[in-house]
């Protein structure tokens, strides 16, 4: 169960977009398309920003998505603003029926 | 709405043993897989555990195989997760979640701290 690579970090300015990438293998983010990112900000719970490689949750912004090539997942942030400051994670399902989280990816806007 | 309410953390000797409970309401509490997840200070998120909604499959971390042991009361809406043999790299903020789709957590409570330390 390695975890999922991700940047340590990325940045951009307000308006501007940012893509995270999430890379595994075949058999995690590459053999299902079982793959979520989170939004967590320091002191609070975790919040699911998409889910099933695509999907957003109801009530999460459109200027999130999500998408997949390979073993390799992506988180896309447009039209950045000052509360999407953060740290953000993906997950993955993995082939013994486990999940196996990233590292870890601090968003800095700035 | 959903709401998850973690409780039972605290300070543990190592080599102790601690249970954890995650109070579910504002959802059908049998038709969902529940989860653990940790996070150790200055870390990232770790994921733990799982209990499919009928109880029938859990399957844990490496990390925690053989030590800890998740189980669901469906008749009181409750998550445990049962840590035995406790130790130092299990200090964290312990996290319950209801999937949102297969293999998803998508609620999350506000978490119960553990600390284990001598």
């Known amino acids: 169960q390695s975890a999922l690579t991700q940047p340590a970090s990325v940045s951009g300015s307000p308006g501007q977009s940012i893509t995270i990438s999430c890379t595994g293998t075949?058999?995690?983010?590459?053999?299902?398309?079982?793959v979520s990112w989170y939004q967590h900000h320091p002191g609070k719970a975790p919040k699911l920003v998409i889910y099933d490689v695509t999907n957003r949750p109801s009530g999460v912004s459109n200027r999130f998505s999500g998408s997949k090539s390979g073993n390799t997942a992506s988180l896309t942030i447009s039209g950045l603003q000052a509360e999407d400051e953060a740290d953000y994670y993906c997950i993955s399902h993995t082939s013994t029926n486990t999940l196996v989280f990233g590292g870890g990816t601090r968003l800095t806007v700035l | 709405q959903v709401q998850l309410v973690e409780s039972g953390g605290g300070v543990v000797q190592p080599g102790r043993s601690l249970r954890l409970s995650c109070a579910a309401s504002?959802?059908?509490?049998?038709?969902?897989?529940m989860h653990w997840v940790r996070q150790a200070p200055g870390k990232g998120l770790e994921w733990v555990a799982v209990?499919?909604?009928?109880?029938?499959?859990?399957n844990y971390a490496d990390s925690v195989m053989g030590r800890f042991t998740i189980s669901r009361d469906t008749s009181k809406n409750t998550l445990f997760l049962q840590m035995n043999s406790l130790r130092a790299e299990d200090t964290a903020m312990y996290y319950c979640?209801?999937?949102?789709?297969?293999?998803?957590?998508?609620?999350w409570g506000q978490g119960t701290m553990v600390i284990v330390s001598s």
């Open positions: 209990i499919w909604s009928d109880g029938s499959t859990k």
């Open positions: 075949s058999s995690d983010v590459g053999g299902y398309n079982y």
């Open positions: 504002g959802f059908t509490f049998r038709d969902y897989g």
């Open positions: 979640a209801r999937d949102i789709s297969s293999w998803s957590p998508g609620f």
